[in-house]
């Protein structure tokens, strides 16, 4: 007896070719640099904003909730390596 079953066709047309997903591992590679990088700003600006706090830099304009300090990131940077000389 000869085997005539042939595969569903909606399994068929569900299975992903090869090169659609290799396509989508790199579209999740990218992704996932961006995200590192994001991160790795994320975390510097937390350094940044701990080294304020810990050398008690006054950042708050006196009597209110408002930030006064108009340093940017480089010259905390560069106070921050200035403080570790």
């Not at 590679?29 to 995200?35: D, E, F, G, I, V």
């Not at 708050?60 to 909730?65: I, K, L, V």
């Amino acid at each position: 007896m000869k085997n005539t079953l042939k595969p569903l066709p909606s399994l068929v047309s569900e299975t992903p070719r090869t090169d659609e997903v290799q396509h989508n591992v790199a579209e999740l590679a990218m992704h996932s640099r961006k995200l590192e990088r994001e991160l790795a700003d994320l975390m510097k600006d937390r350094e940044r904003l701990d080294w304020l706090i810990d050398n008690n830099c006054e950042i708050y304009e006196p009597d209110t909730a408002l930030l006064y300090c108009d340093c940017d990131r480089e010259s905390i940077d560069e106070m921050m390596a200035q403080a570790t000389r």
